[in-house]
T-cell receptor, first 114, second 114 residues
Framework: EAGVAQSPRYKIIEKRQSVAFWCNPI?????LYWYQQILGQGPKLLIQ????????DSQLPKDRFSAERLKGVDSTLKIQPAKLEDSAVYLC????????????FGPGTRLTVT | AQSVTQPDIHITVSEGASLELRCNYS??????LFWYVQSPGQGLQLLLK??????LVQGIKGFEAEFKRSQSSFNLRKPSVHWSDAAEYFC????????????FGPGTSLSVIP
């Protein structure tokens, strides 16, 4: 079974530029999560999708972050414009509906904003 | 508000020694509890989980954890640590909501001395 795929693995941009991350969850997983993990901290949920719909985006900085999950499969997370404090690892995870909380994580995208 | 604390930011143990990583949570009900491990440059991997029943749970890689309701704790243990166990360990709480929300602790970094 293929795992959660993410790209790119690394990205360096200057502040005020835009960036996009892509995630392809495990086939058949209805729930998709994007987390932000700042160095030395645990993952913080940015947004959670159930199929196409958003079930939680309470911690997503909506003035600069956006995410979509078209067709209920893969997803993109965008930052525009980026700030220095956005430097972090962005993790994507997925889970089967009904498999409570058992999340499978991708390798993450390390973003550095200079 | 719900929270997860991991009192030890960093722990160093000798190979072959026993290990205990501490986790405390704050939540109004009995939560679902998890331990994840993150190796350098990798995503998170589920070690074990507690939903109900026996308060001592076994996980992968020889890890176990014990849920103590009176202490709001879910400590992770391993009787004999291997050099490959060096990683970041995250305790997490699954909240009983209409969707699968998980809150992660800040993590404990484990170093293993040969």
């Amino acid at each position: 079974e293929a795992g959660v795929a993410q790209s790119p693995r690394y990205k360096i941009i200057e502040k005020r530029q835009s960036v996009a991350f892509w995630c392809n969850p495990i086939s058949g997983h209805a729930t998709l999560y994007w987390y932000q993990q700042i160095l030395g901290q645990g993952p913080k949920l940015l947004i959670q999708f159930q199929n196409n719909g958003v079930v939680d985006d309470s911690q997503l900085p909506k003035d600069r972050f956006s995410a979509e999950r078209l067709k209920g499969v893969d997803s993109t997370l965008k930052i525009q414009p980026a700030k220095l404090e956005d430097s972090a690892v962005y993790l994507c995870a997925s889970s089967l509906k009904g498999q409570l909380y058992e999340q499978y994580f991708g390798p993450g995208t390390r973003l550095t904003v200079t | 508000a719900q929270s997860v604390t991991q009192p030890d930011i960093h722990i160093t143990v000798s190979e072959g020694a026993s290990l205990e990583l501490r986790c405390n949570y704050s939540y109004g009900a009995t939560p679902y509890l998890f331990w994840y491990v993150q190796s350098p440059g990798q995503g998170l991997q589920l070690l074990l989980k507690y939903f109900s029943g026996d308060t001592l749970v076994q996980g992968i890689k020889g890890f176990e954890a014990e849920f103590k309701r009176s202490q709001s704790s879910f400590n992770l243990r391993k009787p004999s640590v291997h050099w490959s166990d060096a990683a970041e360990y995250f305790c997490a709480v699954g909240l009983i909501t209409s969707y699968d929300k998980v809150i992660f602790g800040p993590g404990t970094s484990l170093s293993v001395i040969p």
